[in-house]
């Protein structure tokens, strides 16, 4: 008898399922280390300017770092991420790299923009190193997503792990173009873990530990990116209910003030740790480095959208203004219309909250995200995962919720697409997109009992068969890869404009048929 077999099952289970694991995260790091040569856009040179920032510089001036060297690519991000850059270039790791010459100086050196407005030149080595920091923060993302695919159904959920480490949009973003989105999201992901497992396990003092940590980690978030921000307002009214309640006093909410100490403390202190070193140890003023501070992260001043328009209402917005003169919208503006938008995720929040519903509080969370990327000020079109990613633990699984997962995904994605612009690229998207949708309409097919057309029609309002988003999203797709720029002549534009606008229509009517459905409680079953 094999020492498997003469383990407890459980044990068992674990390790075969962590081997699986393993072997999964060696193929696609394998596959991410191929890409190393790949294009790489400006973000890459902006987070190793960072990275030379906070080498170099002192503490304070970090955020005055344009003084000091011409460029454009000033610190814009939350203190946070300020001192993550500094942690990945002031280590014993980087000391000995430089030291043996496998990494050059230059790589860690403030330098000024090339003036033909190209790429910095940079070496191999410093390729390498950039793009191995980011396949080490995605370490935490496989952590996070192991972690919320142990809660999000009574046993481990491989649709939803592997729907979260194989999406080839976070593929296309991390490790070509050149961010650290998955990092973060790992964090996130984390902390939706500790609000689910707080609702699954009987022990009252172990729910409100989990709680904690779940502000804690959102915290922590928050000053990495602002873009997390957007969920304040529905982390706050969560844990107001769920945490801040004395449930000695009844089911009904009796609010418990020392909860609530507790938790605006931690949260506080959690949002002051990355602050204060910046605010004691510069030369500048306190309130004029809480402006400088401001200023950076939030430069209205870049206007209404994106240079490639998210597929959002703004996007419908900018095609009307291309016509007819349309009034401009002001930041207060779209903040108002913002938290008109989430406040239907506010109630179902508070109810979730309530009733301990992880999937009222994963729908509501998606909700919101949603409304963020919808009607924010200069959204980016990789803010999407914001949507997909609780939406991924809320409907990858389920029949009666797939339909909405897939379209949503399929068109949040495709916005990513001209993010690559390259043809070497091309081959890239075309196979990890493709095999994403599939594989898991596929599992959708061979894993749920088809209904009646009668049925289905009835329970899936407005609903559009997988084969007419694969040919729309197919002739966006020509649209965008396969015809030359050129032979859109004067309207060279026309192609990204029309795929903000599909991108658009396809995830507004997702998510209005999604609305429709909480709303006449057919979709919470």
Not at 191 to 211: F, K, P
Not at 334 to 342: E, G, V
Not at 398 to 421: H, I, N, Q, S
Request: hydrophobic residues 50%; charged residues 15%.
């Amino acid at each position: 008898m094999s020492a498997a077999l003469s383990l407890p099952p459980i044990i068992s289970d674990r390790r075969k399922r962590l081997r699986i694991i393993f072997w999964v995260f060696l193929i696609c790091t394998s596959c991410k280390v191929l890409l190393f040569p790949s294009y790489r856009s400006t973000d890459f040179d902006v987070h190793r300017h960072w990275k030379a920032v906070t080498r170099h510089l002192p503490v304070g001036e970090w955020y005055w770092d344009d003084q000091y060297v011409d460029t454009r690519h000033t610190l814009d991000y939350p203190p946070g991420f300020a001192w993550l850059e500094y942690a990945w270039t002031n280590n014993y790791v980087v000391s000995a790299l430089l030291k043996h010459g496998w990494v050059d100086e230059d790589c860690f050196a403030l330098l000024s923009d090339s003036r033909d407005g190209l790429l910095q030149p940079v070496t191999n080595s410093c390729i390498a190193f950039m793009r191995s920091t980011v396949i080490v923060g995605d370490m935490i993302f496989w952590v996070g997503a192991y972690a919320v695919a142990h809660v999000v159904e009574s046993t481990f959920s491989w649709p939803t792990f592997l729907g979260l480490v194989l999406y080839p949009g976070l593929l296309w973003l991390d490790h070509v173009h050149f961010q650290y989105n998955a990092l973060m999201i790992g964090v996130w992901l984390l902390s939706i873990a500790a609000l689910l497992r707080a609702n699954i396990t009987d022990r009252e003092h172990i729910a409100s530990y989990s709680l904690l940590g779940a502000a804690f980690l959102y915290s922590l978030l928050s000053t990495m990116k602002h873009l997390y921000l957007m969920f304040a307002p529905w982390y706050t009214i969560y844990l107001l209910r769920r945490y801040c309640h004395n449930p000695g006093k009844g089911p009904s909410f009796v609010f418990s003030f020392p909860k609530f100490i507790i938790l605006g403390s931690m949260t506080v202190t959690t949002l002051s740790i990355p602050l204060i070193p910046m605010t004691t140890l510069s030369v500048h003023p306190v309130k004029k480095m809480m402006q400088q501070l401001h200023l950076r992260l939030f430069p209205f001043g870049r206007g209404l959208v994106h240079d490639y328009w998210a597929g959002n209402l703004w996007a419908f917005y900018a095609a009307a203004s291309r016509i007819v003169q349309l009034p401009e919208v002001t930041p207060k503006q779209t903040a108002i219309l913002l938290l008109l938008c989430q406040s239907p995720s506010y109630w179902y929040c508070w109810k979730a909250a309530a009733t301990r519903d992880n999937s009222l509080l994963l729908l509501s969370m998606s909700l919101c995200g949603a409304a963020s990327f919808f009607v924010s000020y200069h959204v980016h079109e990789k803010a999407i995962l914001n949507v997909l990613v609780p939406l991924t633990l809320w409907g990858v699984q389920k029949f009666d919720r797939f339909d909405f997962w897939w379209e949503c995904t399929a068109w949040g994605t495709m916005g990513l697409v001209p993010l690559l612009y390259e043809p070497r690229e091309l081959l890239l998207k075309g196979i990890t997109f493709t095999c994403y949708l599939c594989a898991f309409y596929g599992y959708h097919k061979t894993h749920h009992q088809p209904v009646p057309f009668y049925t289905r029609y009835r329970k899936m309002m407005m609903y559009v068969p997988y084969r007419f988003h694969g040919f729309l999203l197919a002739a966006v797709w020509i649209m965008v890869d396969l015809i030359p720029i050129r032979a859109f002549g004067r309207f060279e534009f026309a192609p990204l404009a029309l795929t903000s606008l599909f991108c658009a229509f396809g995830l507004t009517i997702a998510f209005i048929r999604l609305l429709y459905f909480i709303v006449t409680d057919k979709v919470i079953l």
